[in-house]
């Protein structure tokens, strides 16, 4: 390692003699000693040492010199290293002078000819320490960056796995303030949505091409669920699990269940003209009380979700395959809109939960549909719900009628075929 310059400039040699041989006696072991002759000499020898990599921790500057005096060195010296403590040494400074000095160099001190040994020695062993704590600052605040970056990285980093919304929820500030079996009631509202046929669709594909289809999906999927207000809980699979806890709720999982339908309607078309099959979802929204917390155990710990609302949810996406449509909610977040009316909705079914004696009234969400398939489907809405009407008080022939004049009206209505297809069933036994 290249020692720290202390460099001496005066237009005397037997000055510079002096100096080097006072300083050599005593720093020479830790710094190395330069001399020049005037300014010019003096800033080539810095340009010369800057660029060969030394440090330049202190310069001792005459201030009558010829051609160039000695406070105008010093400045031209700071502004090429600002770091460097500047000393003026002189027997004839000007007030003007030094005050220059001081103004535009940072000057340290200044030292009167004829100087004692023992006043030059200290003035510059205080001047070295200062430099060399300014240095070591400077090398702290680097490292002291340093660290704060990695530590950002690695708040960003452990945010991807544990969302901030996470913690907020459960009322901590950090991630490692969270303990095992933290936990808190809340009322919100729970999405599950999952990729139609992906069993049979990643069976053409290679897995790391696999890793990279779920990866581009979730990443359509993700800014849907962000933008309002939804915490994506975890994903499974292919399946996204997303909670929305924030006021109006129950708005904000319909909406965001209708942003992801309609961006996936803009990644199909980018699928379809690389001539890819499209890709259909289904998601299932219910509002309720659940538990969230932590489970596990000493080596591993995962946040979680229980309760009837969670387990609904992942049932209403489920029925999103039997009855053929995009969108399922159920009579609590539909209850839970702010106003229902600014969505188009349709009662499709009471379903019952599978080991609960509650019946579930299940609710389609239209606003995603094409707007052809939504104008039917709202044209016939009327009937439709009237033949539900005689469905559940089992007038299997009235309702038979209903749900016909709907699929009359638009055939491909899937629930209405679907309820047709039951009373059918019904009607013969």
């Known amino acids: 390692m290249k020692k720290p310059v202390i460099l001496c400039v005066d237009d005397e040699q037997m000055i510079l003699d002096s100096l080097r041989k006072e300083l050599s006696e005593t720093l020479e072991n830790q710094y190395q000693i330069e001399t020049a002759h005037d300014g010019h000499e003096a ?41 460097t403590i500047t000393i003026m040494l002189t027997g004839q400074a000007s007030i003007e002078g030094v005050t220059n000095a001081i103004n535009t160099a940072k000057l340290y001190r200044y030292i009167a000819k004829p100087w004692q040994a023992e006043d030059l020695f200290l003035t510059i062993t205080e001047a070295t320490k200062s430099y060399m704590q300014a240095k070591n600052i400077i090398k702290q605040n680097i490292e002291l960056i340093k660290i704060n970056q990695n530590l950002i990285s690695l708040n960003t980093a452990c945010s991807r796995f544990v969302p901030d919304e996470f913690l907020k929820l459960l009322n901590k500030e950090n991630l490692v303030d969270i303990e095992l079996g933290d936990s808190v009631k809340k009322e919100m509202s729970v999405m599950f949505s999952d990729i139609r046929s992906f069993t049979s669709l990643s069976e053409t594909m290679p897995l790391e091409d696999i890793f990279k289809f779920i990866n581009s999906y979730f990443s359509i999927m993700e800014p849907a669920i962000i933008e309002n207000n939804g915490l994506i809980d975890k994903y499974i699979g292919d399946a996204i699990m997303a909670l929305f806890g924030s006021v109006y709720h129950a708005d904000y999982a319909v909406k965001a269940g209708i942003s992801m339908l309609k961006k996936l309607a803009e990644y199909n078309l980018t699928r379809k003209a690389r001539d890819r099959p499209p890709i259909k979802i289904g998601i299932g929204i219910n509002t309720g009380m659940l538990m969230l917390g932590t489970v596990g155990g000493k080596f591993r710990m995962d946040g979680t979700t229980i309760g009837d609302a969670v387990n609904i949810a992942s049932r209403l996406e489920t029925l999103t395959k039997l009855y053929g449509v995009p969108l399922l909610i159920s009579d609590c977040t539909f209850l839970g809109l702010k106003d229902a009316n600014q969505y188009c909705i349709r009662l499709v079914d009471l379903v019952q939960v599978k080991g609960k004696s509650k019946v579930v009234s299940v609710f389609e969400v239209l606003d995603a549909d094409p707007p052809e398939i939504q104008e039917q489907k709202l044209a016939t809405k009327t009937e439709f719900e009237q033949g539900l009407v005689f469905y559940t008080t089992e007038e299997w022939e009235a309702a038979s009628r209903c749900f016909e004049k709907c699929l009359q009206h638009n055939p491909q209505d899937t629930v209405a075929q679907l309820h047709w297809n039951r009373c059918q069933n019904k009607y013969s036994n």
């Open 43 to 83: 800033l080539q020898m810095v340009d010369d040492l800057l660029e060969d990599g030394h440090q330049i921790a202190v310069v001792i500057a005459d201030y009558m010199m010829p051609r160039m005096k000695g406070d105008e060195v010093l400045k031209e010296i700071h502004n090429k290293s600002p770091s």
